[in-house]
Protein backbone atom coordinates (compact mmCIF):
# COMPACT_ATOMS: atom_id res chain seq x y z
CA UNK A 1 0.00 0.00 0.00
CA UNK A 2 1.01 3.57 -0.77
CA UNK A 3 0.64 6.43 1.63
CA UNK A 4 -0.25 9.88 0.40
CA UNK A 5 3.98 10.73 1.61
CA UNK A 6 4.71 8.95 -1.88
CA UNK A 7 4.37 11.38 -4.60
CA UNK A 8 8.12 11.54 -5.26
CA UNK A 9 8.47 8.23 -5.83
CA UNK A 10 5.29 7.53 -8.11
CA UNK A 11 6.77 10.56 -10.08
CA UNK A 12 10.26 8.64 -10.24
CA UNK A 13 8.55 5.34 -11.22
CA UNK A 14 6.30 7.55 -13.85
CA UNK A 15 9.42 9.27 -15.41
CA UNK A 16 11.20 5.83 -15.50
CA UNK A 17 8.01 4.45 -17.19
CA UNK A 18 7.57 6.69 -19.67
CA UNK A 19 11.24 6.48 -20.33
CA UNK A 20 11.28 2.90 -20.76
CA UNK A 21 8.35 3.21 -23.11
CA UNK A 22 9.91 5.47 -25.07
CA UNK A 23 12.55 3.32 -25.27
CA UNK A 24 10.80 0.16 -26.14
CA UNK A 25 9.01 2.22 -28.88
CA UNK A 26 11.63 3.35 -30.52
CA UNK A 27 13.33 -0.20 -30.65
CA UNK A 28 10.50 -1.17 -32.75
CA UNK A 29 11.05 1.34 -35.43
CA UNK A 30 12.15 0.24 -38.71
CA UNK A 31 14.68 2.74 -38.49
CA UNK A 32 16.71 2.05 -35.34
CA UNK A 33 19.64 0.64 -35.51
CA UNK A 34 20.31 -3.35 -35.93
CA UNK A 35 23.22 -3.38 -32.84
CA UNK A 36 20.96 -1.61 -30.58
CA UNK A 37 18.39 -3.99 -31.63
CA UNK A 38 20.90 -6.58 -30.46
CA UNK A 39 22.16 -4.98 -27.41
CA UNK A 40 18.13 -5.19 -26.62
CA UNK A 41 17.94 -8.73 -27.18
CA UNK A 42 21.34 -9.21 -24.67
CA UNK A 43 19.66 -7.13 -22.35
CA UNK A 44 16.55 -9.25 -22.57
CA UNK A 45 18.61 -12.67 -21.99
CA UNK A 46 20.60 -11.74 -19.50
CA UNK A 47 18.81 -9.07 -16.95
CA UNK A 48 15.44 -10.46 -16.05
CA UNK A 49 12.83 -9.13 -14.22
CA UNK A 50 13.99 -9.78 -10.86
CA UNK A 51 16.75 -7.92 -11.43
CA UNK A 52 19.52 -10.42 -10.90
CA UNK A 53 22.40 -9.97 -13.25
CA UNK A 54 23.21 -13.58 -15.32
CA UNK A 55 27.11 -13.56 -14.14
CA UNK A 56 27.44 -16.18 -17.59
CA UNK A 57 26.95 -13.35 -19.78
CA UNK A 58 30.56 -13.87 -21.25
CA UNK A 59 30.52 -17.36 -21.48
CA UNK A 60 26.88 -17.89 -22.57
CA UNK A 61 27.41 -15.57 -25.88
CA UNK A 62 30.36 -17.63 -27.85
CA UNK A 63 28.53 -21.16 -27.00
CA UNK A 64 29.16 -23.23 -30.01
CA UNK A 65 26.19 -25.34 -30.96
CA UNK A 66 27.32 -28.85 -32.31
CA UNK A 67 26.65 -29.95 -35.83
CA UNK A 68 24.13 -32.81 -36.56
CA UNK A 69 23.98 -35.30 -39.41
CA UNK A 70 21.15 -33.71 -41.82
CA UNK A 71 18.30 -36.09 -41.39
CA UNK A 72 17.29 -38.00 -44.86
CA UNK A 73 14.22 -36.19 -45.80
CA UNK A 74 16.05 -33.01 -45.19
CA UNK A 75 18.80 -34.14 -48.02
CA UNK A 76 17.15 -33.08 -50.62
CA UNK A 77 17.24 -29.54 -49.61
CA UNK A 78 21.08 -29.03 -49.12
CA UNK A 79 24.21 -30.20 -49.96
CA UNK A 80 25.83 -30.24 -47.04
CA UNK A 81 26.08 -33.40 -44.94
CA UNK A 82 26.21 -31.85 -41.33
CA UNK A 83 24.30 -29.02 -40.08
CA UNK A 84 23.06 -26.90 -36.68
CA UNK A 85 19.94 -27.81 -36.62
CA UNK A 86 18.72 -25.12 -33.57
CA UNK A 87 16.15 -22.08 -33.12
CA UNK A 88 15.05 -21.57 -29.91
CA UNK A 89 13.00 -18.09 -30.36
CA UNK A 90 9.96 -17.62 -32.15
CA UNK A 91 10.20 -20.03 -34.78
CA UNK A 92 10.95 -23.57 -33.89
CA UNK A 93 10.54 -26.95 -35.64
CA UNK A 94 6.96 -29.11 -34.66
CA UNK A 95 9.01 -31.07 -32.58
CA UNK A 96 10.39 -28.21 -30.14
CA UNK A 97 6.80 -26.08 -30.00
CA UNK A 98 3.83 -26.84 -32.37
CA UNK A 99 2.51 -23.62 -31.66
CA UNK A 100 5.83 -21.34 -33.01
CA UNK A 101 6.21 -23.80 -36.08
CA UNK A 102 3.26 -22.62 -37.84
CA UNK A 103 3.42 -20.31 -40.75
CA UNK A 104 2.04 -18.81 -43.22
CA UNK A 105 4.48 -18.30 -45.84
CA UNK A 106 4.42 -16.49 -49.61
CA UNK A 107 6.03 -19.59 -52.04
CA UNK A 108 9.06 -18.47 -53.78
CA UNK A 109 8.72 -15.36 -52.20
CA UNK A 110 6.32 -14.26 -54.79
CA UNK A 111 4.30 -11.52 -52.59
CA UNK A 112 1.04 -11.39 -55.27
CA UNK A 113 -0.19 -14.67 -54.93
CA UNK A 114 -1.67 -15.44 -51.39
CA UNK A 115 0.62 -16.79 -48.57
CA UNK A 116 -0.12 -20.52 -47.63
CA UNK A 117 0.21 -21.97 -44.33
CA UNK A 118 3.14 -24.50 -43.58
CA UNK A 119 4.31 -26.42 -40.50
CA UNK A 120 8.03 -26.12 -39.93
CA UNK A 121 10.23 -29.28 -39.86
CA UNK A 122 13.67 -27.91 -39.89
CA UNK A 123 16.05 -24.85 -39.60
CA UNK A 124 19.11 -24.68 -40.93
CA UNK A 125 21.89 -22.58 -42.29
CA UNK A 126 23.05 -23.19 -46.14
CA UNK A 127 25.47 -20.90 -48.01
CA UNK A 128 25.49 -18.43 -44.92
CA UNK A 129 21.37 -18.61 -45.03
CA UNK A 130 19.01 -19.19 -42.31
CA UNK A 131 16.53 -21.22 -43.81
CA UNK A 132 13.38 -23.04 -43.03
CA UNK A 133 12.31 -26.56 -44.15
CA UNK A 134 8.48 -26.66 -44.43
CA UNK A 135 5.48 -29.22 -44.98
CA UNK A 136 3.14 -27.03 -46.97
CA UNK A 137 -1.00 -27.64 -45.80
CA UNK A 138 -2.90 -28.80 -48.63
CA UNK A 139 -5.89 -26.43 -49.72
CA UNK A 140 -9.49 -27.89 -48.42
CA UNK A 141 -11.29 -29.47 -51.70
CA UNK A 142 -13.79 -27.81 -53.69
CA UNK A 143 -16.82 -30.22 -52.27
CA UNK A 144 -16.40 -28.61 -48.59
CA UNK A 145 -18.27 -25.32 -47.20
CA UNK A 146 -15.85 -23.05 -45.76
CA UNK A 147 -18.18 -20.96 -43.52
CA UNK A 148 -15.27 -18.72 -42.41
CA UNK A 149 -15.94 -17.02 -46.44
CA UNK A 150 -18.59 -14.98 -45.64
CA UNK A 151 -16.37 -12.99 -43.01
CA UNK A 152 -13.64 -10.89 -44.83
CA UNK A 153 -12.49 -9.10 -41.91
CA UNK A 154 -11.84 -12.28 -40.61
CA UNK A 155 -9.36 -14.16 -42.07
CA UNK A 156 -9.89 -18.02 -40.85
CA UNK A 157 -9.90 -20.28 -43.95
CA UNK A 158 -10.51 -23.94 -44.10
CA UNK A 159 -7.88 -26.43 -45.14
CA UNK A 160 -6.65 -30.06 -45.97
CA UNK A 161 -5.88 -31.61 -42.64
CA UNK A 162 -3.36 -33.59 -44.33
CA UNK A 163 0.60 -32.17 -45.08
CA UNK A 164 2.30 -32.34 -48.05
CA UNK A 165 4.91 -35.19 -47.63
CA UNK A 166 7.85 -33.53 -49.61
CA UNK A 167 9.56 -30.60 -47.95
CA UNK A 168 10.37 -26.82 -49.28
CA UNK A 169 12.93 -24.67 -48.89
CA UNK A 170 11.20 -21.40 -47.02
CA UNK A 171 13.55 -17.83 -46.70
CA UNK A 172 12.82 -16.27 -43.44
CA UNK A 173 11.61 -12.97 -45.46
CA UNK A 174 9.48 -15.10 -47.30
CA UNK A 175 7.33 -15.72 -43.65
CA UNK A 176 4.22 -13.40 -43.47
CA UNK A 177 3.48 -14.32 -39.58
CA UNK A 178 2.32 -17.25 -37.68
CA UNK A 179 -1.31 -18.79 -37.14
CA UNK A 180 -3.29 -20.79 -35.07
CA UNK A 181 -4.48 -23.74 -35.55
CA UNK A 182 -7.81 -26.01 -34.94
CA UNK A 183 -8.97 -29.01 -36.15
CA UNK A 184 -12.31 -28.38 -37.58
CA UNK A 185 -13.11 -31.84 -38.40
CA UNK A 186 -11.39 -34.94 -38.83
CA UNK A 187 -10.41 -33.87 -42.70
CA UNK A 188 -9.73 -30.23 -42.15
CA UNK A 189 -8.16 -27.54 -39.93
CA UNK A 190 -9.15 -24.13 -39.34
CA UNK A 191 -5.84 -21.77 -39.86
CA UNK A 192 -6.10 -17.92 -38.85
CA UNK A 193 -3.51 -15.53 -39.49
CA UNK A 194 -1.95 -13.74 -36.33
CA UNK A 195 -0.62 -11.13 -38.33
CA UNK A 196 0.62 -9.35 -34.90
CA UNK A 197 4.05 -10.53 -34.56
CA UNK A 198 6.86 -8.88 -33.91
CA UNK A 199 9.22 -6.85 -35.96
CA UNK A 200 12.00 -7.88 -33.87
CA UNK A 201 11.33 -11.34 -35.24
CA UNK A 202 13.48 -12.30 -37.73
CA UNK A 203 16.35 -10.38 -36.33
CA UNK A 204 16.21 -11.91 -33.38
CA UNK A 205 16.05 -15.23 -34.63
CA UNK A 206 19.22 -13.92 -36.84
CA UNK A 207 20.82 -12.66 -34.40
CA UNK A 208 21.04 -16.02 -31.69
CA UNK A 209 21.44 -18.06 -34.67
CA UNK A 210 24.84 -15.66 -35.53
CA UNK A 211 25.73 -15.68 -32.09
CA UNK A 212 25.83 -19.43 -31.63
CA UNK A 213 28.04 -19.93 -34.98
CA UNK A 214 30.74 -17.85 -33.47
CA UNK B 1 -19.70 -23.12 -23.46
CA UNK B 2 -18.22 -26.71 -23.73
CA UNK B 3 -17.86 -25.79 -27.37
CA UNK B 4 -15.99 -22.69 -26.90
CA UNK B 5 -13.94 -24.38 -24.22
CA UNK B 6 -12.81 -26.92 -25.79
CA UNK B 7 -12.11 -24.88 -28.59
CA UNK B 8 -9.71 -22.95 -26.27
CA UNK B 9 -8.04 -26.37 -25.50
CA UNK B 10 -7.45 -27.48 -28.82
CA UNK B 11 -6.24 -24.91 -30.75
CA UNK B 12 -2.78 -24.71 -31.18
CA UNK B 13 -1.38 -21.17 -30.79
CA UNK B 14 2.87 -19.49 -30.87
CA UNK B 15 4.45 -18.80 -27.70
CA UNK B 16 3.81 -15.15 -27.56
CA UNK B 17 0.31 -15.07 -27.80
CA UNK B 18 -1.37 -15.25 -24.21
CA UNK B 19 -4.12 -17.71 -24.03
CA UNK B 20 -7.51 -17.49 -21.60
CA UNK B 21 -8.15 -19.72 -19.14
CA UNK B 22 -8.82 -23.01 -20.74
CA UNK B 23 -12.10 -23.51 -18.17
CA UNK B 24 -13.59 -20.09 -19.29
CA UNK B 25 -16.72 -18.90 -17.77
CA UNK B 26 -16.53 -21.45 -14.92
CA UNK B 27 -16.31 -19.38 -11.27
CA UNK B 28 -13.08 -20.65 -10.73
CA UNK B 29 -11.38 -19.38 -13.62
CA UNK B 30 -11.97 -16.07 -12.33
CA UNK B 31 -12.55 -12.57 -14.30
CA UNK B 32 -10.40 -12.34 -17.80
CA UNK B 33 -8.06 -8.96 -18.27
CA UNK B 34 -8.53 -6.85 -21.15
CA UNK B 35 -6.18 -8.88 -23.63
CA UNK B 36 -7.37 -11.82 -22.15
CA UNK B 37 -10.76 -10.56 -23.78
CA UNK B 38 -9.39 -9.65 -26.66
CA UNK B 39 -7.58 -12.83 -27.74
CA UNK B 40 -11.00 -14.67 -26.72
CA UNK B 41 -12.65 -11.99 -28.76
CA UNK B 42 -10.47 -12.23 -32.21
CA UNK B 43 -9.60 -15.89 -31.79
CA UNK B 44 -11.38 -18.58 -29.80
CA UNK B 45 -14.96 -17.33 -30.17
CA UNK B 46 -15.26 -16.91 -33.73
CA UNK B 47 -13.45 -20.12 -34.10
CA UNK B 48 -16.35 -21.54 -31.77
CA UNK B 49 -19.34 -19.59 -33.02
CA UNK B 50 -18.60 -19.92 -37.25
CA UNK B 51 -18.39 -23.88 -36.46
CA UNK B 52 -21.43 -23.97 -34.27
CA UNK B 53 -23.57 -21.63 -36.50
CA UNK B 54 -22.12 -21.20 -39.39
CA UNK B 55 -22.43 -22.53 -42.68
CA UNK B 56 -22.88 -26.06 -43.00
CA UNK B 57 -24.54 -25.95 -39.31
CA UNK B 58 -27.47 -28.57 -38.93
CA UNK B 59 -30.44 -26.66 -36.61
CA UNK B 60 -33.57 -26.70 -37.41
CA UNK B 61 -34.22 -23.88 -40.12
CA UNK B 62 -36.66 -21.63 -37.91
CA UNK B 63 -33.44 -21.64 -34.91
CA UNK B 64 -30.98 -21.36 -37.85
CA UNK B 65 -31.84 -17.96 -38.81
CA UNK B 66 -32.19 -16.70 -35.21
CA UNK B 67 -28.98 -18.27 -34.37
CA UNK B 68 -27.13 -16.91 -37.80
CA UNK B 69 -28.60 -13.45 -37.17
CA UNK B 70 -26.56 -13.83 -33.56
CA UNK B 71 -23.56 -15.04 -35.08
CA UNK B 72 -23.53 -12.07 -37.95
CA UNK B 73 -24.29 -9.49 -35.43
CA UNK B 74 -21.29 -11.01 -33.42
CA UNK B 75 -18.73 -11.18 -36.48
CA UNK B 76 -19.42 -7.61 -36.84
CA UNK B 77 -17.88 -6.48 -33.37
CA UNK B 78 -15.32 -9.00 -33.82
CA UNK B 79 -14.50 -7.56 -37.28
CA UNK B 80 -14.50 -4.14 -36.05
CA UNK B 81 -12.34 -5.06 -32.98
CA UNK B 82 -9.39 -6.84 -35.20
CA UNK B 83 -9.89 -3.63 -37.96
CA UNK B 84 -9.04 -1.54 -34.74
CA UNK B 85 -6.60 -2.95 -33.29
CA UNK B 86 -4.37 -2.94 -36.29
CA UNK B 87 -1.48 -2.11 -36.22
CA UNK B 88 -1.03 0.18 -39.15
CA UNK B 89 -4.00 2.14 -40.41
CA UNK B 90 -5.72 3.56 -43.30
CA UNK B 91 -8.27 5.26 -44.63
CA UNK B 92 -9.61 2.13 -45.88
CA UNK B 93 -9.51 0.60 -42.64
CA UNK B 94 -11.15 3.70 -41.13
CA UNK B 95 -14.08 3.09 -43.07
CA UNK B 96 -14.55 -0.49 -42.71
CA UNK B 97 -14.11 -0.04 -39.06
CA UNK B 98 -17.28 2.48 -39.01
CA UNK B 99 -19.19 0.23 -41.29
CA UNK B 100 -18.77 -2.72 -39.03
CA UNK B 101 -19.39 -1.16 -35.69
CA UNK B 102 -22.99 0.70 -37.22
CA UNK B 103 -24.03 -3.05 -38.54
CA UNK B 104 -23.85 -4.42 -35.08
CA UNK B 105 -25.25 -2.21 -33.41
CA UNK B 106 -28.22 -1.67 -35.80
CA UNK B 107 -28.68 -5.50 -36.36
CA UNK B 108 -28.11 -5.96 -31.91
CA UNK B 109 -31.78 -5.10 -31.27
CA UNK B 110 -33.11 -7.99 -33.95
CA UNK B 111 -30.26 -10.54 -32.86
CA UNK B 112 -30.39 -9.96 -29.11
CA UNK B 113 -33.73 -8.23 -28.16
CA UNK B 114 -32.65 -8.30 -24.27
CA UNK B 115 -29.57 -6.17 -25.03
CA UNK B 116 -30.28 -2.49 -23.81
CA UNK B 117 -27.82 -0.04 -25.08
CA UNK B 118 -25.13 1.05 -23.49
CA UNK B 119 -23.06 4.31 -23.44
CA UNK B 120 -19.68 2.03 -24.48
CA UNK B 121 -21.90 1.32 -27.88
CA UNK B 122 -21.84 5.19 -28.30
CA UNK B 123 -18.13 5.48 -27.35
CA UNK B 124 -17.19 2.84 -29.89
CA UNK B 125 -18.81 4.67 -32.98
CA UNK B 126 -15.95 7.58 -31.60
CA UNK B 127 -13.23 5.48 -32.25
CA UNK B 128 -13.76 6.27 -35.84
CA UNK B 129 -13.02 9.70 -34.74
CA UNK B 130 -10.31 8.78 -33.09
CA UNK B 131 -8.72 6.62 -35.64
CA UNK B 132 -8.75 9.12 -38.17
CA UNK B 133 -7.44 12.10 -36.15
CA UNK B 134 -4.23 9.88 -34.21
CA UNK B 135 -3.58 6.66 -36.01
CA UNK B 136 -3.48 3.00 -34.77
CA UNK B 137 -5.18 2.62 -31.15
CA UNK B 138 -2.11 1.04 -30.40
CA UNK B 139 -0.57 4.26 -29.75
CA UNK B 140 -3.31 6.12 -27.47
CA UNK B 141 -5.10 3.48 -25.73
CA UNK B 142 -4.65 2.95 -22.18
CA UNK B 143 -3.48 0.05 -21.17
CA UNK B 144 0.56 1.38 -20.85
CA UNK B 145 -1.23 3.42 -18.05
CA UNK B 146 -3.05 0.57 -16.41
CA UNK B 147 0.60 -1.12 -16.43
CA UNK B 148 1.71 1.32 -14.76
CA UNK B 149 -1.21 1.32 -12.05
CA UNK B 150 -0.71 -2.09 -11.94
CA UNK B 151 3.02 -1.82 -10.85
CA UNK B 152 2.61 0.90 -8.54
CA UNK B 153 -0.03 -1.35 -6.80
CA UNK B 154 2.57 -4.27 -6.71
CA UNK B 155 5.27 -2.08 -5.54
CA UNK B 156 6.34 -3.23 -1.84
CA UNK B 157 5.84 -0.76 0.58
CA UNK B 158 8.01 -0.98 4.28
CA UNK B 159 8.31 2.53 4.71
CA UNK B 160 11.81 2.09 3.11
CA UNK B 161 11.61 4.07 0.23
CA UNK B 162 15.14 4.09 -1.59
CA UNK B 163 15.09 0.45 -1.38
CA UNK B 164 11.58 -0.30 -2.58
CA UNK B 165 12.55 2.02 -5.24
CA UNK B 166 15.84 0.26 -5.99
CA UNK B 167 14.04 -3.45 -6.45
CA UNK B 168 11.60 -2.02 -9.05
CA UNK B 169 13.61 0.01 -11.44
CA UNK B 170 15.27 -2.92 -12.95
CA UNK B 171 11.25 -3.79 -14.08
CA UNK B 172 10.88 -0.42 -16.09
Excluded at chain 1, 79 to 106: D, E
Excluded at chain 1, 182 to 206: C, E, N, R, T
Excluded at chain 2, 16 to 43: C, M, Q, Y
Excluded at chain 2, 104 to 119: E, G
Amino acid sequence: MLTLQAGELERTVLDSFIQGSKLRHWLARPDCPAFIKECKLLFDKYISNSGTFNSKISFDVPQRAPKQAVPTDLQLLTSQKYLVLHAHTNFSRWSTHQGNSLIMFYPGGNQSSPPIPGCIRYIFKDDGQIQLAVQRQLPAGADIIDPFRHYPYFPARLYSSVLVKDLEVVRLEWVMCHCAQWHFSAKYDVILPLLQVSVLMPMSLQFIYTSLQD
Amino acid sequence: MRHVQRVIKETTIPSWLRSVPKNFGEARAGTLKADEWRTLSTIYLPLALVSLWGEGSTYRSHELVHLRNILDNTMALVSAIRIACSRTMTQSRIIAYRTCITTWLSTLPNALPAAKPRPNCHMACHIYDYLKLFGPMRSWWCFPFERLIGHLQRLPINHKFGSSLQSFTPTC
